[in-house]
């Protein structure tokens, strides 16, 4: 797993935000990238490892994502903000290196054939290491 360090400079980079009711919101739900990092300032400066830019879900599109400091493992949907696009969705807080290596055990695989529902999946189900 490759992680990367990051910073996101919320004043220099154009933010997309979902539109309200273009997403199921709910506690673990950001209607932008900015939202999201803006909760919790761990996330601006914590390492990142990318998940993969292309797991499909019913014709939409996301980008996952795994953050260091927090252990969460999170998607942000893109395409146009009428239809969601720029909202994050939370799957899982607290993982270590270890228990996502574990979980995720596979999932290039699984990326190749545009299944996000295999990675819900797999966060759902207990995670050790």
């Known amino acids: 797993m490759s992680l990367t360090a990051h910073h996101l400079d919320l004043d220099l980079v154009p933010i ?4 309200p009711g273009s997403y199921e919101a709910g506690p673990f739900t950001y209607p932008s990238i900015a939202a999201f ?4 300032s761990a996330r601006l400066h914590s390492p990142e490892c990318d998940l993969g830019l292309h797991w499909r879900d019913r014709g939409s599109l996301y980008r996952a994502a795994w953050i260091e400091d927090t252990g969460e493992v999170y998607l942000v949907q893109l395409g146009p903000s009428e239809q969601g696009g720029g909202h994050v969705e939370v799957l899982i807080a607290g993982l270590t290196g270890a228990q996502l290596e574990a979980a995720l055990s596979g999932w290039r695989e699984a990326h190749d054939r545009d299944e996000l529902q295999w990675l819900r999946d797999r966060l759902a189900a207990p995670v050790s290491g």
């Open 16 to 19: 997309v935000a979902a539109a």
């Open 37 to 40: 990092v803006l909760a919790d």
